[in-house]
């Protein structure tokens, strides 16, 4: 897994979420703030993460609640529009998640040149979106027509807020899915954005495919990133770097300085 030290520069990274507040076309946009107020808190707390030590930054879409499972175009042109007015700033690996649809995160990567996606791509799942079918070909494809072969896919095998149709036990999803897909990274989730990640689940996915890399996507805290990280290849993190550890709220540099310089103490 050499390649995690290349794109991110380090082992066992911290890629931190860039929550963008919500766009138009979305319910809870504030249309008097308008695209300046969305760029201009994004850039805030982008700034924060980076000034505080994360090792890469993935935007998304992140207050586009209730979330789609095929973004509107507008979405899509909005995210790029606030990573291209913050690109010159940017001197981290980022990514990007386009929630919930792989094909708009894989164009969404051909517009701001991101070098990896986080998304769900395989399974079929009883959600709170409803239904929630992938086809995983086809999203692979499409990356491959973009032209983008060197983006890291991260996939997510526990989605948030859904569990998987067919009753297969964790162990035997992560094995198929690695055989079938090759991904990048294997995402284990706790149910919501700031829920912790399970790790005895993430100790048994990481057993099962020692060689594929497995971040743990949510929930992590200060206090339980060591033990993450005694067992996953690095860790998705957002809520808590925010005010009081609350997913609404707005980052802290000083969280995240906290933070990562616990990570730094043990890696």
Known sequence: MDWIKETFG???????????????GDPYFDADGGMEKVVE???AEFLALQEGGVDAVMFSNEFSLPYLTKVEPVTTACMARVIG???SEI?????VNMLWDPYASLDLAAATGAKFIREI????????YGLWDTDPGAIVRHQMRLGLKDVKLLWNIVPEAAKYLA????EQIAKTTVFNNRPDVICVSGITAGAATDTDILARVKNTIPETA?????GCKVNTIEKILSIADGAVVGTTFKKDGLFDNHVEL??????MDKVHSIR
């Open 214 to 218: 497995v971040f743990a996507n949510t």
């Open 10 to 24: 380090t082992h066992k990274p911290i890629v931190a979420m860039c929550h963008v507040r919500a766009l138009p």
């Open 91 to 95: 001197k981290i690996p980022f990514g």
């Open 121 to 128: 791509m395989s399974g079929v799942y009883a959600s709170d």
């Open 85 to 87: 007015e913050l690109k």
């Open 254 to 259: 000083d969280r995240v300085k906290e933070f």
């Open 167 to 170: 009753d297969r036990p964790i």
């Open 41 to 43: 808190m994004a850039r």
